[in-house]
């Protein structure tokens, strides 16, 4: 079975301070990670991925996340948040040799001015 | 490619009423998922295909719930008889094996 939690519901950040969205997995085999964020109203939108290489990877809207096997961690940052970056962000997790995409239970990021 | 499409945007049903949710995933894609999201239970994964074939259906919640994808450019999620707990925002989602999904606006159902 694979998984992904995300810890916190919610996260408060004041504008131009750096942020950051935890997401841990557990998944067998090599893990493709993902990033999505959804705005009120709309569909999931793709932010950034996982798959092999660099395990810093950099994504749509200055986001990046980084991947730490031994953590079983893939944090979502961003070093000056944005007002516009309020939404729901969500963590998602594949395993390699299957199809299968788990979702976290999602994060609320709040970016006061 | 106009991305994934779903139908109807909203849909507004009675009790006890069928519901029939429709999905075309983008050109290409050879999987298809099918998720429910609530504010008490989150995104819901319910059931997911590959090829058309359908994989994993062990999110359906109940019988009443059903789901086929007859060929690759589209597929459907039918509700019956439909009940005001399945009141929820429902979308369809389409990916490459491992690569990102994408997802369609997704239908908003009200069961009154």
Redesign the interface.
Known sequence: AQSVAQPEDQVNVAEGNPLTVKCTYSVSGNPYLFWYVQYPNRGLQFLLKYITGDNLVKGSYGFEAEFNKSQTSFHLKKPSALVSDSALYFCAVSRNAGNMLTFGGGTRLMVKP | DAG?IQSPRHEVTEMGQEVTLRCKPISGHN?L?W?RQTMMR??E?LI?F?NNVP??DSGMPEDRFSAKMPNASFSTLKIQPSEPRDSAVY?C?S?I??????????TRLTVV
């Open positions: 994934v999987s998922f998720y989150g995104l994964l997911y590959n994989i994993d979308f989602a990916r094996v491992n690569t990102e999904a994408f997802f369609g606006q997704g």
